[in-house]
């Protein structure tokens, strides 16, 4: 594919060639008697620019230079991006119903691969959120399959995660809360006048006593679970004050999202070390809080 930025003219120094890559940070050159490198270079505020070696060298220097070329035209193709995998933090676009990667530089192992490196010790699809929104790269046009893409748009939402108190960790086995508050709607949704709010919970602290079926744990409803962790999606309620604490103010502790959820989304959540949680899909049940069904499992 014929390259569409300008030309570049080699510099001639003493010791060699110098070739800028016009509008990129690239840098080829060759030292006499030795081969081509490419290289990209980071200026400091002192003034100086130190040039780093990008790959292997090269046997000449209009190769390093077309290497250059590729690398800046595929970089500012991925600038473009408008949507980055929430697992391996790479621009990826949507493709006949799959997210793949656009930054061609870093994908030995499949575009469509996450994350693009074949010594990754477990590879998944990328997990889509946008680069712009309310949440900052949080809510996304996000099928997860080719069979999600054929049943229509699809949404996914990353919710934050806050530390839940250390009174509720011991006493109830909650680990995190969500750091906002969601109205939840759809067809099925009981309480959807009401803030909801994902739970955490460890089933693995909570005390080993009576349940409801088999299992070696106890999730938080009293049924039994091989599940170390369940999360859930619940109402809470309403906080009416005559002052400005109500439901809705930072006082009341129920400050509202952006962004609603509805049934059949998917949403991600983002601990607050930054990593991310497998998808869950919103589900109604009847006459019941809304659930959060592990897309695996659904």
């Known amino acids: 594919m014929p390259s569409t930025r300008p030309p570049t003219t080699a510099a001639h120094h003493d010791r060699g060639w110098f070739v800028v890559i016009a509008a990129s940070p690239y840098v080829a050159y060759a030292i006499h008697g030795t081969s081509a490198h490419l290289t990209r270079a980071t200026r400091h505020p002192d003034g100086t620019v130190t040039l780093q070696p990008v790959g292997e060298p090269f046997t000449r220097l209009d190769l390093a230079v077309s290497a250059g070329r590729w690398r800046a035209e595929r970089e500012a193709y991925a600038a473009t991006a408008e949507h980055w995998c929430a697992r391996c933090d790479t621009p990826i676009t949507l493709v006949d119903g799959a997210w793949v990667c656009m930054d061609y530089t870093t994908t030995a192992g499949g575009l469509s691969n996450c994350p693009p490196d074949p010594d990754a010790s477990?590879?998944?699809?990328?997990?889509?959120?946008?680069?712009?929104?309310?949440?900052?790269?949080?809510?996304?046009?996000?099928?997860?399959?080719?069979?999600?893409?054929?049943?229509?748009?699809?949404?996914?939402?990353?919710?934050?995660?806050?530390?839940?108190?250390?009174?509720?960790?011991?006493?109830?086995?909650?680990t995190h809360r969500s750091a906002h508050v969601y109205r939840v709607t759809g067809p099925g949704v009981h309480n959807r006048s009401y803030p909801h709010r994902v739970t955490v919970w460890d089933n693995t602290h909570r005390p080993n006593g009576a349940r409801v079926g088999q299992g070696a744990y106890i999730d938080p409803s009293g049924k039994g679970t091989d599940a170390d962790t369940t999360v859930t999606l619940a109402a809470e309620p309403v906080t009416i004050h005559a002052s400005d604490s109500g439901t809705g103010t930072v006082a009341s502790?129920?400050?509202?999202?952006?962004?609603?959820?509805?049934?059949?989304?998917?949403?991600?959540?983002?601990?607050?070390?930054?990593?991310?949680?497998?998808?869950?899909?919103?589900?109604?049940?009847?006459?019941?809080?809304?659930?959060?069904?592990?897309?695996?499992?659904?």
């Not at 991310?276 to 659904?298: G, I, M, N, Q, T």
């Open 253 to 298: 502790g129920q400050v509202y999202s952006n962004d609603a959820l509805t049934t059949g989304q998917y949403v991600v959540l983002r601990y607050p070390d930054g990593t991310h949680s497998d998808p869950y899909r919103v589900e109604s049940r009847p006459l019941s809080d809304p659930c959060l069904a592990p897309v695996r499992a659904s």
């Open 122 to 174: 477990e590879v998944g699809e990328h997990l889509p959120e946008s680069v712009r929104g309310d949440n900052a790269r949080g809510v996304v046009p996000a099928p997860m399959n080719r069979a999600e893409t054929e049943r229509g748009s699809m949404t996914t939402t990353i919710i934050q995660l806050a530390p839940a108190r250390d009174d509720d960790r011991t006493a109830y086995g909650i």
